[in-house]
């Protein structure tokens, strides 16, 4: 925006964290008297081409609409600019100072001078201005005191134009205004953490975190150098960046760092976060860790307003968003004395307010909760904070007047926070008021399909379990299996199994082998194994356990129906849809038989039924079932549970198969958004939702868009579930695929070769996704122009696809077609005619939940 000239004003001031200005003044600068035989000198005293003191330029990324908006400021008739920065108020090492540097290294040529000042009181910036007076005059400061120096700087910076002057991590906006206010023939660029004091009418830039991409990248640059990261390692500091909170500073922290230890890789790194964020690379100043320069920022305000460093304490263990004002008032505390606690925070940019809620950036809050060096006689100052935010939560839970118990909204309200004190709890550190609440919102999340996202929770839980009621005690044993189940829910089955493992053994010797609660572990046990795809441990597990369910108790129990329920989708994984298809058939009818039509479970294993029906090509029965089990989830579960999504996953592939692409492409973009959102990017069923989108863009012949995310999923599912993971295998499948449908036969046929050999040893020679890659193979071999390969791939797909799925199935016919083709394109070749071409598929999967 722009402003008017005001004169009447000796300064300028900006609004907001971080300033830069810059005023037209009409009067004249008054300081020290000069001898005569200088007055006239600094007029007279011409700056050499590129003079300046900048320092070195560093790496930057991502800031080039800040960098243009800051020329555009300057250049235009403003008086000067501000940088700032808004989602954490010039927070320090945001990269305020990293913005301002390349600025003026990128405009070098544009000024006659550009001179860097150290303006954190008025002390270091005429210390800086003295520098200017030696460089440009240095005969005569070599003699000259320090005041004298100061003035002919003032002088010079008066007499001549085109100057540029940076003041870097200004404390205190007043110590500028004899500077701003005097000298108008240049730019003013003031970086500063401060968020109030500055004048209403200056211009300001809010500087953000960096965009994850350009985070990402300059982390890899800063890694790797010069060498191209794998995609595992990609991955990898795409998290490491997300963990960072995407801030500057602790990006180039950790590069540097891990940089120069090679041994440590990134996802160490983050694991580690408390511990690595005050270490620093050799040759790198451990001053500038995140850790050292907030403690100058907190030691400054413990002097200014110590109750304000006590709120900023209990916020670190809190959500770092949207922490209601009234959880940081403790009961017989005035309100306004929060407020203004947390106004001044928010001017040092330590939090953003918004009048009733605040934000801490979440490295703000690693640093606080880790120990510092304290008084014995009192309890550490970060422990102080979370006994602080454990009673608020608490209070916070206190029922309304004439309730029993906290409403909904209370709930939801502190959910998030009661998830991040749980992530963040001391070792052996409890309170048992604090579980109970723990138990009650991961049961909510469950409910709301969440489980993946309550994970913290059940951790604490088990851990309180296990330090009160000992390792083995019954209910220890359940928290363990709860905590496995929110592991695979969550799509973590490497940290799954092994819990699920333990657990059945302990299970097995302190309850005995017919235990309720041994029955349930060995089916999510066999149940975890199917989700990896280990059939050949989950199918005789799964089908010993449903039997022993039926047996000890009946068949009818809900627990009896999972596992029934679990060995129907089992069967399906391997193609045996014989099995499959009346075990989902009379599961499901006892389902609704024993629950009702609209439980959850049953509406699950309606959902499993119609993509069995879809598998065997009978869509008149598939289409109908997923559009009432997907219409029933929405309203039942809501838009957003991973069950509803699941429901819409199926019948967006249900549309395809009918060849309505029509609906189906905008219900899979819908669905892996949700899904992305809901789940994240790497989750199991979020792959699934990607590699159906991509099929689906294939079909419509949009390889531009498919190939990418073919690609992508392929490499994330080699990375979550393994290079011999059925979805894995799929994935190297459909990418083969895709790149023969774009005349690319050098890369598609290895990819197709291995992925069949996979498939052969994973599945066995007759299982449906083998049947598909070894018919995609043949129809490579034939564009290839090799008849004599692909034929007998041809006829042994065929007799295999008649056994399994009988002679009128889609992919049967499918075969046939492709097989006489073939046959007729060889008779053609020695004939010298022409003749059809073979028909693939790719691998769609549906999904399927227990």
Known sequence: MSTEEDRSRPGIEAAGPRSIAAQHIGNAFT???????????????????????????????????????????????????????????????????????????????????????????????????????????????????RGAQVAWAMQWLAWHPGWLLVHDNVENPDDLTPYTGALHRGHHLATSRRTTGWPDNAPTLTLGNLDPDDATTLLCRLVFKRTSPTPRQQAEARALAAELGYFPLAIKQAGAYLAQNRGISLDSYRRRLDSKLAKTAHGTSS?????????????????????????????????????????????????????????????YSMVTDTGTTLSVHRLVQVVLRAPQTADETQPPRHLQGRDRA???????????????????????????????????????????????????VRHRL?????????????????????????????????????????????????RAIPLYETTLIQSEQILGGIH????????????????????????????????ECEQILGGTHPHTLASRNNLANAYHATGDLERALPLYETTLALYEQVLGGTHPRTLTSRNNLAAAY???????????????????????????????????????NAYQAAGDLERALPLFEATLTRYEQILGDTHPDTLTSRNNLAIAYQATGDLRRAIPLF???????????????????????????????????RRAIPLFEATLTQCEQVFGDTHLDTLTSRNNLAIAYQAA??????????????????????????????SRKNLAGARQKAEAVQHGSTATSATGGVRQKPSTSD
């Open 31 to 145: 300081g020290d008297v000069l001898p005569a035989e200088a007055l006239h000198a600094p007029s007279e005293v011409a700056a050499a081409p590129g003079t300046s003191n900048l320092p070195p330029i560093a790496l930057c990324l991502g800031r080039e609409e800040e960098l243009n908006w800051l020329r555009r400021i300057l250049t235009s008739r403003h008086e000067g600019a501000i940088t700032q920065s808004g989602t954490v108020h010039g927070l320090g090492g945001i990269g305020k100072t990293t913005l301002a540097l390349h600025y003026a290294h990128r405009h070098r040529g544009d000024y006659t001078l550009i001179w860097w000042i150290n303006a954190a009181s008025p002390d270091e910036i005429e210390t800086s201005l003295t520098g200017l007076t030696h460089t440009l005059v240095p005969g005569w400061a070599a003699t000259a005191g």
């Open 287 to 347: 001053e500038r860790t995140l850790a050292r320069i907030w403690n100058v920022t907190l030691h400054t305000l413990e002097k200014v307003d110590p109750l304000a460093v006590e709120v900023l304490h209990t916020a670190a263990w809190l959500a770092p968003d949207d922490i209601p004002h009234r959880l940081l008032t403790p009961p017989g505390t005035d309100p306004d004395d929060i407020a203004e606690a947390i106004g001044t925070l928010a001017a």
């Open 390 to 440: 454990e009673q608020a939560i608490l209070h916070s839970l206190t029922p309304p007047p004439g309730q029993d118990t906290p409403t909904e909204g209370q709930w939801d309200t502190l959910t998030p926070h009661l998830v991040t004190l749980a992530a963040t709890r001391p070792p052996k550190h409890h309170n048992t008021a604090l579980t109970s609440a723990y138990e009650i």
């Open 446 to 494: 469950h409910q709301q399909g969440h489980t993946g996202r309550a994970i913290p929770l059940y951790e604490a839980t088990l851990a309180q379990h296990e330090q009160v009621l000992g390792d083995t005690h019954p209910d220890t044993l359940i928290s363990r299996n709860n905590l496995a189940y929110a592991y695979q829910a969550a799509g973590d089955q490497g």
């Open 516 to 547: 309720p609660d041994t029955l349930a572990s060995r089916n999510n046990l066999a149940y975890a194994y199917y989700m990896v795809g280990d059939l050949r441990r989950a199918i005789p597990l799964l089908e010993a356990a449903s039997a």
């Open 614 to 652: 879809h598998a065997t090509g009978d869509l008149e029965r598939a289409l109908p079932l997923l559009e009432a089990t997907s219409a029933e989830c929405e309203q039942i579960l809501g838009g957003t549970h991973p069950d509803t999504l699941t429901s819409r996953n199926n019948l967006a």
């Open 711 to 745: 690609e992508a999923t392929l490499t994330h599912r080699k990375q979550v579930l393994g290079d011999a993971h059925p979805h894995t295998l799929g994935s190297g499948d459909n990418l083969a695929y895709a790149y023969q449908a774009t005349g690319d036969l």
């Open 785 to 814: 122009g090799d008849l004599g390969r692909a034929i007998p791939l041809y006829e042994t797909t065929l007799t295999h696809r008649k056994r399994v799925l009988g002679d009128a199935h889609p992919l049967t016919l499918k």
